[in-house]
């Protein structure tokens, strides 16, 4: 989510995104010497203990958190306060490699330009299904609408 990014960045802290699966952040960690990784989907990868996605070991991680800073869950992650995100999936009947539809690329750069330091667009194809997947997320969910809407115009469009 995009407050990660924010909140990472006010503290020092980088982040690197890689694509979509634990192998590319595993990758990802080893080249860069990162010890903390991980997805949206919980799968948090920490380098000095096991190199998968393990939930367990995540849970205790939070809890020493919890236990060393003498603090509720609540009072940790008080900051947080996530990004609206808005995520739709586009049935292609073939997967045609995005670089090669020139109008759609124009489109996508558009898109992130606008959402250049407060938001992010994500297009890419899922790899298990016939679907190209559009994902905006920026601080406001109608400019998300809005931006989503030209987004599937676009695609529309071109595919």
Known sequence: NYSLERIL????????????????IFEEMQKSGAVLGGEPSGHIIYSDFRLSGD???????VAEAVAGEHASFDDL???????PQ??????????????????LQEKISEVAQQ??????????YSGTE?????????????????LMNEMLETISRAL
């Open 115 to 124: 959402l250049k330091g407060r938001g992010r667009l994500v297009v890419r």
């Open 86 to 103: 808005l995520l739709k999936g586009v049935r292609v009947k073939q997967k045609v490699p995005l670089e090669n539809v020139p109008v």
């Open 9 to 24: 960045s006010d503290e020092g802290i980088a982040l690197t995104r890689v694509a979509v699966g634990d192998r590319y």
């Open 55 to 61: 939930g367990l070991l995540t849970t205790l991680k």
């Open 77 to 83: 992650t008080k900051d947080w306060t996530p990004s």
């Open 130 to 146: 016939p679907l190209l997947r559009v994902m905006v997320e920026s601080d406001d969910a109608s400019y998300n609408d809005r």
